[in-house]
């Protein structure tokens, strides 16, 4: 791949790196008839309230069916959709489809929250406040009813813009979340200053795994879930992947937490379906439990 050591730096153009390059290309040229071909789906991540273990929401998480290629995850091609502006388009298509989902869900009587993940490019626009706002006022949702959540590095880009816009959609009842919180570089003093409401400490920091192994994963994750605390916002645990991780975050005091140990991303039929079942059964939004590995 590409090569940069010595006082000359230089790029090898291998056969790989052609790949790379030309998938990205394909990517960015493919993906505006995705968009109008409906090949893009929503999967699901449920939400859990660690005290009374139900399910009080769930995370969309964006899917691209490519018709050759499958599945792409969406680390992938949003990187490639933030490089030429189809991100906000794509993201406004988003937020139409999960707000009406929610209102769905509640006609159902299902009671959940619900979050969308934007990006650096979308609060950069300009246009978001509008396009979430919008969204909400088309589909009739309670504006409580939604989290936009942006990453701790995409906030730490413009922090003056940042504040602004978040305070504008709070005004509204619209919730923030800081996402993959622990796994950039920001100041506790940055984060103290942020008009937000969720704190989603990053799986690396719940798991205490790698790639940097934490020497004392139940203290790190006491004194940020106190500091969330502190600051008045909701602490969520994300990525708990073991029984063990779902009780180190709730002994050290995160109320909410999201994982596969809890539940896979899930297509919003089969979502719906399984707390509604468990409605029925136990009067509850609960997820079954999980099946043995
Ligand atoms: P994220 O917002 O932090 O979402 C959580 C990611 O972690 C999801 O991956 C989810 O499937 C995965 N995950 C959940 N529980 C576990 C677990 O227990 N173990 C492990 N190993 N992973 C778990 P996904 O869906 O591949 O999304 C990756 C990232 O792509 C998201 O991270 C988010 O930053 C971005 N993304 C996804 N959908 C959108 C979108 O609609 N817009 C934007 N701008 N970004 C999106
Ligand atoms: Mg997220
Ligand atoms: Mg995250
Ligand atoms: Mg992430």
């Not at 153009?13 to 960015?28: K, M, N, S, Y």
């Not at 490519?66 to 933030?82: K, M, T």
């Not at 996402?179 to 937000?196: H, Q």
């Not at 400490?201 to 106190?226: C, F, N, T």
């Amino acid at each position: 791949a590409a090569k940069a050591s010595g006082p000359h730096r230089y790029l090898v153009f291998t056969p790989a790196l052609r790949t790379v390059l030309e998938d990205r290309w394909q990517i960015a040229s493919r993906l505006r008839e995705a968009a109008a071909n409906g090949e893009f789906a929503v999967r699901w991540q449920p939400v859990v309230d660690l005290r009374s273990g139900e399910v009080t929401g769930a995370e969309a998480l964006l899917r691209w069916n490519h018709p050759q290629r499958g599945l792409i995850p969406p680390e992938e091609f949003i990187p490639v959709a933030e490089e030429n502006g189809l991100i906000v388009p794509i993201t406004r298509w988003l937020l139409q489809v999960t707000t009406a989902q929610a209102t769905a869900w509640a006609r159902e009587g299902l009671d959940l929250a619900i979050a969308v993940n934007i990006s650096a490019v979308h609060l950069a626009s300009g246009t978001l406040v509008d396009d979430v706002l919008g969204a909400v006022g088309d589909n009739g949702l309670r504006t409580t009813g939604l989290t936009v959540e942006l990453t701790e590095t995409s906030i730490a880009r413009d922090p003056e813009q940042a504040v602004e816009q978040f305070s504008v959609l709070r005004k509204h009842g619209i919730r923030v979340a800081i996402d993959d919180f622990g796994s950039g570089y920001s100041s506790l003093s940055a984060v103290a200053s942020l008009p937000v409401d969720v704190l989603k400490v990053d799986r690396a920091l719940v798991a205490g795994a790698p790639p940097k192994r934490l020497a004392a994963p139940e203290a790190i994750l006491r004194a940020v879930s106190a500091l969330g605390s502190a600051l008045g916002l909701q602490v969520l645990a994300e990525g708990v992947e073991t029984v063990e991780q779902v009780d180190r975050a709730r002994r050290v005091g995160c109320a909410f937490a999201q994982g596969y140990q809890l539940s896979r991303p899930l297509a919003a039929e089969h979502l719906s379906g399984l707390l509604e079942d468990s409605r029925r059964r136990t009067g509850r939004q609960l997820l079954p439990p999980p099946s043995a590995p």
